[in-house]
């Protein structure tokens, strides 16, 4: 049985970079993998290809899954058409629980591993529902680690408008001109007017 893995943090931490190295990592050994990301960052609603794309530059074509999206179904199909040795997932924490399931099925049925990266609260510090099933069920789990501008551990996200203030109600999930802030759940707080 293969296993399902999460790597999680807040904002800026570098989950995209760790994924794409990985990846090249199998993929130098003569190893076939496949990409996923979240098809939210697509312009384009009927693609069904897009990029993971990390802040220092590396990037690499990979499928893009929607809230439909059976994972099983396309990773099955993926690997009776050839090779196929491991599974990567960015932005993990949109994906919906019946897909979380579908990539453990993945694992325990297909019998290959299926490596999850993304953030675990919102700018709210609310659990996303990928997310909350990813730590209820990964059989590994890691935190990779930011830092707060003081210097501490950061484990949270601030959404900021344009001006710099902290947004504090809203659509969980946003794809626009807002920045996020990687902090420490203390000046996440005071951030926020908590």
């Not at 312009?43 to 994972?71: C, F, W």
């Not at 591993?113 to 510090?125: A, H, N």
């Not at 730590?135 to 501490?152: F, K, P, Q, V, Y």
């Not at 902090?183 to 951030?191: A, D, G, I, P, Q």
Request: proline share 2%; aromatic share 8%.
């Amino acid at each position: 049985m293969s296993k399902l893995y999460f790597t999680y943090s807040a904002m800026n931490a570098g989950k995209s970079a760790i994924l794409l190295q990985a990846a090249y990592n199998y993929r130098e050994r003569g190893m076939q993998v496949m990409l996923w990301t979240s098809g939210l960052y697509s312009n384009a609603p009927e693609a069904v290809m897009g990029e993971i794309v990390s802040r220092i530059g590396l990037q690499a074509d990979a499928h893009l899954y929607r809230g439909k999206t059976d994972m099983f179904a396309a990773i099955e199909a993926q690997k009776a058409a050839g090779p196929l040795d491991a599974i990567f997932v960015d932005e993990a924490q949109f994906l919906t629980k019946a897909q979380v399931w579908q990539l453990a099925h993945v694992g325990d049925t297909l019998g290959l591993p299926v490596l999850c990266y993304g953030l675990r609260t919102d700018f709210q510090g609310e659990m996303f529902e990928g997310a909350a099933t990813l730590l209820a069920i990964a059989d590994n789990l890691r935190e990779a680690r930011t830092i707060c501008h003081c210097g501490s551990k950061a484990t949270m996200t601030a959404r900021m408008d344009e001006a710099g203030n902290a947004i504090t109600t809203g659509a969980q999930v946003s794809v626009g001109k807002e920045v996020y802030v990687s902090l420490c759940r203390k000046h996440w707080e005071e951030v926020l007017g908590r």
